[in-house]
């Protein structure tokens, strides 16, 4: 799994402001990112905005990300939708489209029990022939993937990773020692960009940072560092980000979905990498005080 | 709204045992329905599990309901997604294929405030020319729709009626409180199969109990006993139904989708109407000790 | 069980503005009460804030209660604490206070399960001689009380009765079918003001209306014509007291504790009942336009 | 804060199987855990299972803790209850019992906004003279410790530290830098004990570990390897007691309560630190079998 660590940001997906997709962004973003050294791609992640796009869309999205980044890094999709069968539809065509690997939640809507949840899982990976990687995400999907379940799919070869969203430490240390004492048949990656520095030490195999997107460089050299075992060094640069992250926090009253994501596309739009940092409908975009508040942040630490 | 009055049960999905739709049985079911006397129909609900099915099977669980119902009730339909554009995807091919009206959920896998979901609403509403109900199922979306929220949308005229399945009694009252005083706007309905005698007594206009699938005709004579003012026969039907109930807690151990939908499946085969209680995968069918225990309970309150 | 069916108001405590109790309040909203015709008192419930008061203020409320009450209805006392054993203490002292029954939530801040749950209701019942009522209040324990245990402890004879503040009315309803079932052996009692007529309807044996501190003559009113199988005046009654529960939503954006007491607190106090609406710190009282407001809703029922 | 910082581990309270106190055996352990090496004593918190007792028991452990510490290390007292008044109330007890410092956790029961939340821990602190910390662990309060408000109540010289149980690494982390950024006016300590490398790496003042109960010098290596820097030696410490963590997920089946503290008494009392693993009521103790294999991961960590 050697390919599947360290450093693979959720990448945004870029809007015109009349709501439809902005390839060239895109194509910037990607380079952004790869440019800034990061070691995988996450395409349609939940920073991704994955739930409000059409299939057709999603599509779009994966053949422009897998087109720019040809071959450099590999890419991850996400294929989340209810249910298994629904799921593998969409992981088949993420495959076509040009995925390394696809991220695949448990399912949603449906009410299931650890061995549905179980067998869901088989059978998503049963319809591709790539990497496939469990995303923990209950604030998202409302059901947490249990320690077990994980380690079984990890014995029987159906997952290669785990990206864990789920801000749970101690089941995620939890999970990376279970794996560590049967043999690392998984890459785990953490997704919470405020605590990679911690996450590193205990043994996470790399990170999905949102944030990443702003700051690919930062979260690259921050992996170097922890590969050298300079963990003050790790330390300092989660520092720096941190007061980075700052700028989630700008927006005031906003939705989940709204302030977080909202404010990576503002910061890029205003580093000029992204068009604009227009929000998918019924969602808004942030307000010209929010952007400049962002801008100040990103003056303070040396991204503008 | 008078055609959204009554019984509107939501109308299971019946599979061949491999796990493909049997339409022959849907047939068979959308006539025991019709002939119990039910005011409508309601495809591709939570108990109609919609949530396994790909968008062909959907369309062709809409296509065959609607067709079998030649106009005889309306044909409500599900169209459970996402978020907004997804579902009037969803919606529009949903009328294409014969809906009387749809049935639209709040985001699912977003994290959206209020405003958002009110303008969630509008979009999937602008995007088909039928009536729109709200569906309101926290256990399965895992937000609750607001009650000023509900009652906005329903003096804008975007939806049409209310299906309540949040088990949030005081929220329910208020709801048919304020819908009496904006000059009833809304059709309310009832999602709870067990209390739909307390409901109709406080103003609910109909009923839409996955129950209803195994015992349409006792859900029908409710709601005339109700219509003619006979509270004690009401409760009296609404008793022997709650008898009936019990067969969902028959199966032990199962998870939410495979107990209480597993029940209605297997008790419809029992008595003939569909040809396998089959359940989509990943779940599983019930045992045969519960399909019995299940029998003894049909013969007990004489459906059987 | 004759004794506890109708209508039992939780009794709000008042206080002075400055924080300590009104024991000439406490009398006359005891009078209040009893006049307006119910048949039992609850002191120390949720509604009586017996979150905020010391052991030693428990104390003096249960005794002005029982000695103004003067046997003229029976009075149950709430004994909220951690663990049954700090319960029973308690109960011990709310008895020697003069409760006729207690009432008796799940565990708090503990974590347990169904067993231990059910040992608890035991233990704290072996430390009195009076009814024992099970108080379902998830908002406020976090826990529910599941169906088995209630049938268990009251064919063992360990409850007497349960009052349901849960919200979930398939629960409700499945518990008054069960008692039926069973012969009866507990009085199932709903707390939700605002859906009593459907309650009632349905089997419940009374009703713990916080708002029947405002019109305990309306709840009166609506047990009797129930009663009587007067169920479109029950309906009509229940419309009634819907429009004066109003009064709950008229302050904005106050705390669960702040919000709906301090508006039957404000009421009462301009009813003359009560002499002040003060709130115990750390919570507030309502502002003046708060008062206006709810004052205006007493003219428009009737009550002012 | 530097009496504060380090590993201050959560007193188990030891019982004789009849469910008394057992104060020879508190007495021993007080001494294993100073000899072990630890900085601090916190007496009556979660694993010190204070939800069970009573005040008479409270005051009981609170003094023979602090008379067995002699001063030779600060002694912090859970100081739990319902709200403000009630917890001055067992604030006052537990320093005139001897404790150095309390711990206070947000309201319980009670349904209170941020600001009201805010001046309960002002009305509790205002009530002694020594440090108080804030206790954050939702999964017993169910409400969350906002970073804005223990930030304040922090410059106000409200609260000295928080002790961090809620398991939530992302606002972890925002409070240890929101601290830093203070001018470092609490001491923050997390109370999970399988992350404490990652959490010393990124700036915690100590640990509140339940396990340090049973291997106290382990956790003392752990904080004095973190203080010289080695974060190699760091982690290879923490992945041998999170070996020895294994023991709470050796009983199967049992509750919150029952299973995870069950493990520590259990493993104490093999140790013969303490005379037994008995488990207040309505707990219960653990197996023989569960004993048993507590037993052999002790001997395979080298604790016995």
């Keep these: 799994m050697a390919s599947y660590r360290g450093v693979i940001p959720p990448v945004l997906t870029p809007l015109h402001t009349d709501g439809s997709l902005d390839l060239e962004s895109l194509d910037r973003l990607v380079d952004h990112l790869i440019d800034g050294g990061v070691d995988g791609l996450f395409a349609l992640g939940s920073s991704g905005q994955v739930a409000y796009f059409t299939d057709a869309e999603r599509d779009t999205v994966v053949t422009r990300v897998a087109e720019r980044a040809a071959g450099r890094v590999p890419v991850l999709v996400g294929t989340p939708d209810f249910t298994a069968r629904r799921m593998a539809e969409q992981a088949v065509r993420a495959v076509d489209n040009g995925a390394d690997s696809i991220v695949v939640t448990a399912p949603l809507y449906a009410l299931n029990d650890t061995d549905e949840v179980n067998r869901h899982f088989r059978m998503v990976a049963a319809a591709v022939d790539v990497p496939v990687f469990a995303y923990d995400v ?167």
Tied chains: 1, 2, 3, 4.
């Design 138 to 304: 209950p604030v998202r999907v409302h059901s947490k993937l249990g320690l077990g379940m994980l380690m079984d799919l990890a014995k029987d070869g159906v997952i290669a990773g785990v990206k864990d969203s789920s801000g749970d430490d101690v089941a995620f240390r939890r999970l990376v020692d279970a794996n560590a004492a049967a043999g690392s048949p998984l890459s785990v990656l953490t997704g919470h960009e405020v605590m990679v520095d911690g996450m590193y030490l205990l043994g996470a195999d790399g990170a999905v940072p949102g944030l990443g997107n702003v700051d690919p460089a930062g979260y690259a050299r921050m992996w170097e560092l922890a590969q050298a075992g300079d963990w003050v060094g790790v330390r300092a640069e989660q520092d720096r980000l941190d007061k980075l992250f700052e700028i989630v926090f700008v927006p005031q009253g906003r939705s989940g979905d709204a302030g977080g994501i909202g404010a990576f596309k503002a910061a890029l739009e205003i580093m000029g990498v992204i068009e604009s940092g227009a929000m998918p409908a019924p969602l808004e975009g942030l307000s010209p005080a929010d952007h400049e508040a962002i801008g100040a942040i990103l003056s303070e630490v040396g991204l503008r």
